[in-house]
């Protein structure tokens, strides 16, 4: 069997370098690893106006922001195709025979959905839209008989709920779709990168993030200002590593060499962590230390934005030149599932010819 990837992001905003540690990195890697024979990176347009129906203007800036941002970190269009959800008709469709295969309470379940309802304030009054995106997310990876999904953690009730509704659709109507595996990073701590702030998670509306478009100087400010443990009054007292948005992120991105280059005097992370433990290690140092090693992640990264910047319709072509690919597959999806689910009609010969048969006798 063929292996397909297929992975999405919302376009609400700028992406940010939790989506880099979480997944961005490793879709670069997982592209340029040649193991997979197609690898479509959509911009879940679509999904993103579940819950912004009434700012369409923000999803549309953004679709263009996340494309800088993707190619930006070294996703190929010469290797994957990135589409524009809301372009692909075969999505809305699927979703519309997916949801005779799924329940309310079954839905109701979705722990995503469930903790996303709540975030929103949604409790009263959810979009009927917005509580079904599960199953127009199963129509997304099913859509490119995608059979690897690389997506953080969160995303796992949607990979249950795709898997659920493969087999359903294939035991009613004959083996047609393809079940997809979810790929979770490798690295734990960029599993959820927390803010800068400490909260949980890197959000736009708490403004503690740190985007992979920010200036060396935007991202230098941003660390210095970073929480660490508030209990780390002075260089000699013990400070606490778990929790530290500072060590979180230096798990995320610190490697062997940045040590050799930028801290000689020790050896390694676990080192730093020690001594930061007994105290005698200030905050200062530990954030120009991460500083560094954002740096050289990040510099390349500014360097390649500037490009792609600089030819935007270069960059409108790859996006629709994406999409017109990606439409071919869906296509091809969307007739075997007519023809599963007999609503091929005037593509099925041998039923037309019966019933030429049943009516003329
Ligand atoms: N729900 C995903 C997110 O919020 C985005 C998404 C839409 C997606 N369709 C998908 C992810 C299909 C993987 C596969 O990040």
Redesign the pocket.
């Known amino acids: 069997m063929k292996k397909i990837i ?5 376009p609400t905003g700028k992406l940010h370098i939790g989506h880099y540690a979480g997944s961005l990195k490793n879709r670069v890697k997982l592209q340029n690893s040649g193991e997979y024979d197609k690898i479509f990176i ?1 911009i ?1 347009d679509a ?1 993103a106006l579940t819950d912004n129906a009434d700012n369409p203007e923000k999803v549309r800036q953004n679709i263009i922001e996340v494309a800088l941002d993707y190619l930006s970190c070294g996703i190929d269009p010469q290797k994957s195709t990135i589409l524009i959800q809301s372009q692909i008709p075969q999505l809305c469709e699927l979703t519309f025979y997916y949801a005779n295969l799924v329940t309310v309470s079954r839905l109701q379940r979705n722990p995503t959905v469930k903790s996303e309802i709540k975030m929103r304030n949604f409790e009263a009054s959810i979009p009927v839209g917005f509580f079904t995106y599960p199953i127009s ?1 199963a129509a ?2 099913t859509a490119f008989d995608a059979t690897t ?1 690389p ?1 953080g953690e969160d ?1 796992k009730p ?1 990979l249950e709920q795709t898997s659920e509704i493969v087999r359903k659709f294939n035991s009613v109507y004959g083996r047609t779709l393809v079940e997809p595996s979810i790929l979770l990073p490798d690295n734990k701590a960029s599993l959820r990168l927390p803010g800068t702030d400490g909260m949980a998670k890197m959000s736009k509306s708490l403004g503690n993030c740190i985007y992979l478009s920010d200036s060396a100087d935007q991202i230098r400010k941003k660390v210095m200002g970073m929480f660490t443990d508030p209990d780390h009054l002075r260089v000699a007292d013990p400070g606490k590593v778990d929790g530290n948005p500072v060590f979180i992120y230096l798990d995320a991105f610190s490697k062997q060499e940045h040590f050799d280059r930028y801290l000689p005097e020790y050896e390694n992370l676990d080192a730093l962590k020690n001594h930061y433990r007994r105290g005698g290690l200030g905050d200062v140092k530990v954030k120009k230390f991460l500083i560094s090693v954002l740096e050289e992640e990040l510099e390349p990264i500014r360097e390649r934005r500037k490009i792609y910047e600089h030819d935007i319709p270069g960059v409108y072509d790859i996006l629709k030149k994406g999409t017109e690919k990606a439409l071919e597959t869906a296509s091809a999806t969307m007739s075997r599932v007519k023809d599963a689910m007999k609503i091929n009609y005037f593509e099925d010969r041998q039923f037309i010819s019966e019933q030429i048969k049943k009516y003329s006798e």
């Open positions: 297929l992975t999405a992001d919302r959509m879940a999904q997310q997304d990876i999904v997506v995303q949607m």
